[in-house]
């Protein structure tokens, strides 16, 4: 196991608690709603939902769509429909894809709409869990469906404390919760990416260790864009020689003319989770049941 998985290993008592009250409220809604990080549509899902949810029609948001590869998205949505989600893409920030979204609210609630109406029962407006791992941008997608801001947003994770419903102009009330993360990340990768998009605080993993591990994935499946964003006539081929090379492009330096490699370090991450050197997404679809 190496040491970016061993360090990543939390699971602090407020998410423990989160996951006893999704799982309890989940009787109380029709439809769940899952937001993703569309960079990482894999990594970000919540294997503990899969024995939480039942036969509730599921809906995938794949958000931040547009800082992921569009083409790795259009194989993502592919994949998860043919596994029976309701998938969409979705830049909440934007406002990208929030229409569909409330269509594909309205045509997911359908059959408990039929339901109740064979029951002689009146139509009522829909109740959706919305959940989702720390930052991918769930309170964001809560305030693109309500006329006035219902959620705190943030680009910290955690920045939900505790659960709330909210009304919406669309016949939909929310039931909004904490991010929350699991016990133990599957793999490695797992860890890595989770760390990569900000998901996970920066202060309890080796920040270093892993902006080496994203600047050696950049290094070896997308040079032309390292390239193009630090005016780097040839890529070095070790991320510590990287982070040279860009620390002197950006004067990172110290007295002496020493660069600054944490700060270096600190930049390419920076820059690589605000979109700045392209669009990218960090897992194929084909590799989903890996």
Same mark, same amino acid.
């Given at each position: 196991?190496?040491?970016?998985? #061993?360090?990543? #290993?939390? /699971?602090?008592?407020?998410?423990? *608690?989160?996951?006893?009250?999704?799982?309890?409220?989940?009787?109380?809604?029709?439809? &769940?709603?899952?937001?993703?990080?569309?960079?990482?549509?894999?990594?970000?899902?919540?294997?503990?939902?899969?024995?939480?949810?039942?036969?509730?029609?599921?809906?995938?948001?794949?958000?931040? @769509?547009?800082?992921?590869?569009?083409? $790795?998205?259009?194989?993502? &949505? *592919?994949? /998860?429909?043919?596994?029976?989600?309701?998938?969409?893409?979705?830049?909440?920030?934007?406002?990208?894809?929030?229409?569909?979204?409330?269509?594909?609210?309205?045509?997911?609630?359908?059959?408990?709409?039929?339901?109740?109406?064979?029951?002689?029962?009146?139509?009522?407006?829909?109740?959706?869990?919305?959940?989702?791992?720390?930052?991918?941008?769930?309170?964001?997608?809560?305030? @693109?469906?309500?006329?006035?801001?219902?959620?705190?947003? !943030?680009?910290?994770?955690?920045?939900? *404390?505790?659960? #709330?419903?909210?009304?919406?102009?669309?016949?939909?009330?929310?039931?909004?919760?904490?991010?929350?993360?699991?016990?133990? %990340? @599957?793999? /490695?990768?797992?860890?890595?990416? &989770?760390?990569?998009?900000? $998901?996970?605080?920066?202060?309890? %993993?080796?920040?270093? #260790?892993?902006? $080496?591990?994203?600047?050696?994935? &950049?290094?070896?499946?997308?040079?032309?864009?390292?390239?193009?964003? /630090?005016?780097?006539?040839?890529?070095?081929?070790?991320?510590? @020689?990287?982070?040279?090379?860009? !620390?002197?492009?950006?004067?990172?330096?110290?007295?002496?003319?020493?660069?600054?490699?944490?700060?270096?370090?600190?930049?390419?991450?920076?820059?690589?989770?605000?979109?700045?050197?392209?669009? %990218?997404?960090?897992?194929?679809?084909?590799?989903?049941?890996?």
């Amino acid at each position: 196991m190496s040491k970016i998985h #061993q360090q990543i #290993q939390w /699971y602090p008592g407020h998410m423990v *608690k989160a996951k006893r009250a999704i799982e309890a409220e989940l009787r109380l809604v029709d439809i &769940l709603i899952e937001v993703l990080d569309a960079r990482a549509p894999k990594s970000s899902r919540n294997p503990d939902l899969e024995k939480m949810v039942g036969e509730k029609p599921h809906i995938l948001l794949l958000n931040k @769509a547009d800082l992921a590869d569009e083409v $790795s998205t259009k194989a993502w &949505l *592919k994949r /998860y429909r043919s596994d029976g989600y309701w998938p969409l893409k979705t830049n909440a920030a934007g406002k990208l894809g929030i229409k569909e979204l409330e269509a594909l609210i309205k045509q997911s609630s359908m059959p408990m709409q039929k339901r109740l109406a064979a029951r002689g029962r009146a139509m009522r407006d829909v109740r959706a869990m919305i959940v989702g791992i720390p930052n991918c941008g769930k309170s964001t997608v809560i305030n @693109a469906l309500t006329p006035r801001a219902a959620a705190v947003t !943030g680009n910290k994770p955690g920045v939900t *404390k505790g659960r #709330q419903w909210v009304k919406t102009a669309i016949g939909l009330d929310l039931l909004d919760t904490p991010g929350i993360l699991w016990p133990r %990340f @599957a793999d /490695y990768q797992t860890a890595f990416h &989770l760390a990569v998009i900000g $998901s996970i605080s920066d202060t309890v %993993f080796p920040f270093h #260790q892993v902006a $080496s591990e994203l600047a050696a994935w &950049l290094i070896a499946n997308a040079p032309l864009a390292l390239s193009q964003r /630090y005016g780097l006539k040839e890529i070095e081929t070790e991320p510590q @020689a990287l982070f040279e090379a860009i !620390g002197r492009r950006r004067g990172l330096l110290s007295a002496g003319g020493v660069v600054r490699v944490d700060d270096a370090a600190v930049l390419l991450m920076r820059e690589f989770r605000g979109g700045m050197l392209g669009r %990218f997404t960090l897992e194929k679809a084909d590799d989903a049941n890996e």
